[in-house]
């Protein structure tokens, strides 16, 4: 019986036209005083610690708490201004299948697994009304990696439905290698979508339980 579902966010639930990422380099820019600094940053699928260490390290820039503190508050400022500029949406079958697991006759409990900060989720789900559908989840201020940030998820599922999940009981939804990845490491089965930057035909190679173009081609049932 599945017990709990973990979507990733950016290019699975949502496309925030490009708000994390400007935000990113908004700040680079503004508190750090470095123009284009995001400009050789990989953000598909990484945690928004581990991409703020790589800046930091391009930049020279001291790795301590108090400047990571300083990139993330001016962070989810900038991102909440610019979600409200800019076009995004909420991805083709998203509410539709949130809406198929909450009918159940068992439903499982829905959360999060993302590399995003909690806060920085949090707005970004809260701005296209999908943040109150989450009852747990791993976030990237958990850890900086993001198969620990899947093992304190499961964790956390295991807490909220006082019981030890088993492998088939957990389905991890996302649309990077990096999802199927973490899915795998926690024993879970995998959906992979290709709404973010992959195709079918590459999430495929990492062999996830299912494939589909868009979250609309998939059907509760099958879990």
Known sequence: MLKLVLFDIDGTLIQSGGAGERAFARVCELEFG???GTANLQFAGRTDPSIVRDFFSEFAIPHTAENFR???DAYVFML???L???DGRVLPGVNCLLEQFRSRPHPPAIGLLTGNIRLGAQIKLSHYQLWDHFQTGGFGDDHEDRNRIAAIA???GNRLLNSTLKDDEV???G???RDVECGRVIGARVLAVATG???VEELRTHRPDWVVSTLEEFAVSEA
Do not use: A, E, N
Request: hydrophobic share 40%.
């Open 154 to 156: 499961h964790q956390r």
């Open 70 to 72: 300083r990139f993330f």
């Open 80 to 82: 909440d201004d610019l």
């Open 175 to 177: 649309d990077t290698p």
């Open 84 to 86: 409200r500029r800019l």
């Open 171 to 173: 389905v991890v939804i």
């Open 34 to 36: 470095i123009k284009d």
């Open 197 to 199: 930057k992959f195709t």
